[in-house]
Every structure is written in C-alpha cells, then in structure tokens.
C-alpha cells in the first residue's frame, strides 16, 4: 500500500510540474509578446517614421518610411508605382490592413517626394532601386520568415526584379496591376485600348503625340479625361481620392521621364524602361506570388493571369470593376483577394492554382 501512495503522489507532481512548466512557457511566450508589442519611445515619438540611409554610386542619401501595426509574421513593404510618384497611393491601406493585424511599410523611393531628390539622371536605374530595396529590407528588419513585398504598375516591375534577385529573403511577393514585359504592355496599349477609344479624341491625341508636345495643356485633359478615367482609375475627376491627387502633385517628373518617358500614352522616347522584358525569368521565381489585375487596367488582365502560371507557387486576383488603381476603384474585391493571400501564406494553407 505504502508503494502504491508513494507512486501515486509522484504522478501528481510529475503533473504538476508538466502544468507549471506549461504555464511557464505561456507567460514567457506572452511576455515576449508583449515585449514586441510594447512601443518603442522613437516610434512614439515620430509615429514609426524612419529616414532610412541609402547607399548609392553617387554617394549616400536617405528614403523616407513609417511603419504602421506590429505583426512578427507578416509585414508588408510597399513598393509605389511611377516611378517618381509616392506612397501616398496606398493610404487606403489604412483601411484594411489594421483591421486584419498586417503589418505594413510606407516607402517613397529615392527621388520621390518624402524622400531626399538628387539631381543625376543616373541613379535612375532599375537595377540600383532593386539595391535600394535590398538596404531598405536590412534596415527595417525584414526576412524571409515575415518579408511580403508588394509592388504595384512600376513597383511591379521592381517587385518582380528584386524577387529574381533576392527571393530568398522574401515570404511572399504581390504584383498588382504589372505585366512583365514593357514591349507588350505597349503593344496591349496601341492594339486593344486605343481603337476602344472616340476616334475624334484618340486621333487628337495622336497629333499631340506625333509632334511630342507631351506638356501641352490640351494634350493632357484629353488623356486624363478620356484614358485616366477609363483605365487608370474609373472615376470621374473631380471625385477622384484627394491622396491620388496628392500623389500626382508630388510626382518627380525627373524620375518618371528618365524612366517611363514623356507620353502619357506607353512608354515611348529613350526612357530607360522602354525594352524591360523579364517573362522568360519568371519560372525562377518561387516564392508564394500574387498577380493582381482589373478588367479596365491599362495592363492586359490575361498577361497578369499568365504570370501566375509562370511561377512556381503562384495565385491570381481579377478586381473585375476595376482599372490600374483598383484599391480604389474595386477596393473591396481588390483588399478582399489581398487580405486572403498573405493569410494563407502566414498560416501556410497557400496552395498554387
């Protein structure tokens, strides 16, 4: 009997010992937590803004970023289109992302408007802003077990740059609205969205682009009000977002010439981007990878549905009422669909389709 009490009392404390030692891993687990949660002072301070040094060729400047929530297993940095434009296109985020607990990076690239602008065309270059982004990463603390980069219309274009190079940092990668390869992209422009146009408007448009007097005033409302609100965001002007307003406002022309070019119709002239074509690549690319795209893009919708076959662990988003910033103008579908796929690639349900 005595042996019998003796045995039953040490699995009693064995018990014990395995509840304590459970809850002890609980609180430690929670402290840590809370630890991370726990605002740091220079974050309260400037509200998580950091300008963030870069490296370049021609010598060292800074990018402006502000991180928004806390989330150890997804952050998302935001890549901003243009180039030369700004973060500002994302605010919308704010209305999505809290919400779901996602971390995410407010960016503006070297040149944009938060950011300091040199005046060398040269660092213009696709391949020094994908090094850009690589320092970006080291300094805001991002790695392949939480790092999901998002990258929209030129964003795009250095999302998927920046995924061939340095994916084995990346947890997940999002292209919105980019196709990939800029000689299509102009050849979708010239051959399906040109003849949808009024052939009154479309050939004024063309004697503007003719004698490239891209800064004429007239040249420019014919775009804005008969392809801006077709294809890049399907409002009516004067109701469109005051952040996109905003963001137009603040566009560094010097970025955006040097790189896409002065037509406001394609990429046309000696812009650098003008002969970008990586689709033959995408197949290395094997991160989780969104492709997001909208029936009215500019881009073609069936492009951006090709490039998540082309990947090797791929998904696609249709924002069937949207256009080129279809987080506004399809914003339910477009953070519905955006939401879903960092999810499931934090909780590892993802699965290629």
Known sequence: MKTLTTLFCLIILLCLSCKTETAEVIINENTLLNNYLEPKAEDQFLGGIRMIPIK??????????????????????????????????????????PQENIEYY????????????????????????????????????????????????????????????????????????????????????????????????????????KKEDY??????????????TEHVIRMPVDEWPEPINRAFKHTNPDVYVTM??????????????????????????????????????????????WIASEVKNGDFLLCPNGSHLSQFDDQKNFFKGLIQFIKSVDDGSFKKK
């Open 260 to 305: 896409q070019g002065p037509s406001e119709f394609g990429i046309k002239g000696d812009a650098t981007l003008k002969n970008w074509d990586v689709k033959d690549q995408l197949h290395k690319i094997t991160v989780p990878t969104l492709t997001i795209g909208a029936t009215y893009d500019t881009m073609d919708p069936e492009h951006m549905k």
């Open 56 to 97: 370049t060729p021609k010598g060292e400047f800074k990018v402006w970023t502000k991180r928004v929530g806390k989330n150890p297993t997804m952050k998302v940095l935001l890549l901003h289109g243009g180039p030369g434009m700004t973060h500002e296109i994302y605010e919308c985020f704010d209305g999505y992302f």
């Open 106 to 209: 407010y960016y503006d690239q070297l040149g944009s408007y938060y950011s300091d602008q040199p005046k060398d065309l040269s660092l213009w270059d696709l391949d020094r802003f994908v090094e850009e982004v690589e320092q970006v990463r080291i300094a805001l603390g991002l790695d392949k077990d939480n790092f999901y980069l998002y990258g929209q219309s030129w964003g795009g274009i250095l999302g998927m740059q920046y995924a061939l190079k340095y994916q084995k940092n990346l947890k997940g990668l999002i292209i919105s609205n980019m196709v990939a390869s800029i000689p299509e992209y102009q050849k979708y422009s010239d051959e399906v969205l040109a003849p949808k146009m009024d052939p009154k408007v479309l050939a004024e448009i063309l004697k503007y682009e």
């Open 215 to 228: 800064t004429n005033e007239r040249y420019l409302e014919l775009i804005v009000n008969n392809y801006y």
